[in-house]
């Protein structure tokens, strides 16, 4: 076997910490409050977020044992691998990629939406065309595009820098949010009663609720980020399940305060009927002028920043890892000289995401919300490898030193893969509250086609590796190999 490529050992826990909590808040909390308000109430938001965060820790504890067990680049593509095999690797990296993708580029394009809406007359210049009903002009595609530019040097300097800086951005975000709340609770005319009601006058608070559980694996879809990050740990692999938990619980918290803040902004009814550009943007500078606007801004440029530099570097690794398996080609796993970076990994994603803002934001947001499925079937194959590799007791045959026995985490792990069914179904099944709309369905089908075209194109090249290689590839373990390729011949 040829010597395996691995990356430096460079993170430190805390922007390990930051890369999973900024990719987890992104943009959305501090654009979306309105929308969420309109759909679910301030208190259905809230209640949403917090069991959506609890799901989510649920399913922590499988990422925690695996990352543990595998510090590899490549996550949920290397943790199908273990219990399925070679194809259901590939279908968990293939959806992955798409989904990172396109949360890199949303965030880029959410630059120009904050633009937009504070100084229109520049973004409203070199108007090129419509797409959906979204007018797409040229100082949008300068905008985003110049930004993915500099996070995609960022990320070629090195794990170092982009971590640091990444660090930098969460404390900034986290500030901003917890004074802007501050500031709003202070004020003479806000308060408590613009809160009333919690739910939506024309829904169940139950189904308010479930409406906001629905989105929870794109709105923390990020803590995810820790395992492709795993391999470049500078510190126990122990820690992983501790630094995801605090990164879910920390983000819950930034929800639930902006959230709060807006709706005590004003009366949440009205502010959400106006439908402005940026309904949370106009709230706080009506609230607090221009001084509102500024904190806002700032904590909205970090949330940007840390979701662009966070799926970036998520997307990078991932590729990275899927090129090392010979799963694409193998220039994506090939390191920068002087950096030790997978560049063409980070130039590949960055080259991508540019080409989203010329589709329009609206078109963007139906890929995004198809590849939350993508999301939900990698979180599932997480949690259905712990299930697999935990055992009941110990006359169970043991096949690899990664077996261990704990009922109470294998009962754990199978709940984890049956909530990451339920977001599944929520968004598949017609009638339930986030059931994607027929463009998303669209679009779901189109990179199913693609990808069962591409797997078929390939499929003689996977055969010609063996499982043993593939495991040391994957894993730099051929033991575990042996379950894997079992597994597979029994599907």
């Given amino acids: 076997?040829?010597?395996?490529?691995?990356?430096?050992?460079?993170?430190?826990?805390?922007?390990?910490?930051?890369?999973?909590?900024?990719?987890?808040?992104?943009?959305?909390?501090?654009?979306?409050?309105?929308?969420?308000?309109?759909?679910?109430?301030?208190?259905?938001?809230?209640?949403?977020?917090?069991?959506?965060?609890?799901?989510?820790m649920l399913i922590a504890i499988s990422y925690g044992f695996l990352i543990r067990n595998f510090p590899v680049s490549g996550g949920e593509f290397a943790y199908a691998f273990i219990?399925?095999?070679?194809?259901?690797?590939?279908?968990?990296?293939?959806?992955?990629?798409?989904?990172?993708?396109?949360?890199?580029?949303?965030?880029?394009?959410?630059?120009?939406?904050?633009?937009?809406?504070?100084f229109p007359s520049i973004l409203e210049n070199l108007y090129m065309y419509e797409v959906a009903g979204w007018e797409v002009y040229g100082t949008e595609i300068i905008i985003a595009s110049v930004a993915l530019a500099i996070f995609g040097y960022l990320n070629v300097r090195g794990g170092v820098f982009s971590g640091r800086v990444q660090f930098i951005f969460c404390i900034t975000m986290i500030a901003g949010v917890l004074l802007i709340t501050f500031l709003t609770g202070?004020?003479?005319?806000?308060?408590?009663?613009?809160?009333?009601?919690?739910?939506?006058?024309?829904?169940?608070?139950?189904?308010?609720?479930?409406?906001?559980?629905?989105?929870a694996p794109w709105a923390f879809v990020g803590f995810d980020n820790v395992p492709q990050t795993a391999e470049e740990f500078n510190f126990s692999s122990k820690k992983a399940f501790g630094l995801i938990v605090f990164a879910i619980m920390s983000a819950v918290l930034v929800y639930s305060l902006m959230?709060?803040?807006?709706?005590?902004?004003?009366?949440?009814?009205?502010?959400?009927?106006?439908?402005?550009?940026?309904?949370?943007?106009?709230?706080?500078?009506?609230?607090?002028?221009?001084?509102?606007?500024?904190?806002?801004?700032?904590?909205?440029?970090m949330g940007i920043f840390t979701g662009l530099n966070g799926f970036i570097?998520?997307?990078?690794?991932?590729?990275?890892?899927?090129?090392?398996?010979?799963?694409?080609?193998?220039?994506?796993?090939?390191?920068?000289?002087?950096?030790?970076?997978?560049?063409?990994?980070?130039?590949?994603?960055?080259?991508?995401?540019?080409?989203?803002?010329?589709?329009?934001?609206?078109?963007?947001?139906?890929?995004?919300?198809?590849?939350?499925i993508g999301v939900a079937i990698a979180y599932f194959y997480t949690c259905y490898t712990a299930f697999s590799l935990f055992k009941w007791k110990k006359g169970e045959s043991f096949d690899s030193k990664f077996h261990i026995v704990s009922p109470l985490r294998k009962v754990l792990a199978g709940l984890g893969a049956m909530a990451s069914i339920v977001f599944l179904g929520l968004l598949i099944v017609p009638g339930s509250p986030a059931y994607l709309e027929v463009q998303s369905r669209i679009a779901l089908a189109i990179w199913i086609i693609m990808g069962i075209i591409f797997y078929l194109v390939k499929r003689k090249d996977y055969k010609k590796i063996s499982s043993e290689e593939m495991g040391y590839l994957i894993l730099g373990e051929e033991e575990i190999s042996t379950e894997s390729k079992k597994n597979e011949k029994n599907l």
């Fill in 1 to 56: 076997m040829k010597e395996r490529t691995t990356l430096q050992k460079s993170l430190k826990p805390h922007w390990v910490w930051a890369i999973a909590l900024g990719s987890s808040i992104g943009w959305g909390a501090f654009v979306q409050p309105t929308n969420w308000m309109s759909t679910a109430g301030p208190l259905g938001a809230i209640l949403g977020f917090a069991i959506g965060g609890l799901l989510m």
């Fill in 83 to 118: 219990s399925l095999g070679k194809t259901h690797a590939f279908i968990s990296g293939w959806f992955l990629t798409l989904g990172y993708i396109c949360v890199a580029a949303l965030n880029a394009t959410a630059l120009a939406l904050m633009v937009q809406f504070i």
């Fill in 186 to 215: 202070m004020q003479p005319n806000t308060g408590l009663g613009n809160i009333s009601p919690n739910f939506p006058m024309d829904t169940t608070a139950v189904s308010a609720i479930v409406s906001i559980v629905a989105i």
């Fill in 259 to 301: 959230i709060t803040a807006t709706a005590m902004s004003a009366p949440w009814q009205r502010l959400s009927a106006a439908n402005h550009i940026w309904g949370t943007g106009f709230a706080f500078e009506e609230l607090l002028g221009n001084t509102g606007l500024i904190i806002l801004v700032i904590a909205l440029t």
């Fill in 313 to 372: 570097v998520s997307t990078s690794r991932l590729l990275f890892a899927m090129s090392r398996a010979k799963f694409i080609p193998k220039a994506f796993s090939k390191l920068h000289d002087k950096y030790e970076t997978p560049y063409i990994s980070i130039i590949f994603t960055v080259g991508v995401s540019m080409l989203a803002p010329w589709f329009g934001r609206q078109a963007l947001n139906w890929v995004v919300d198809m590849s939350s």
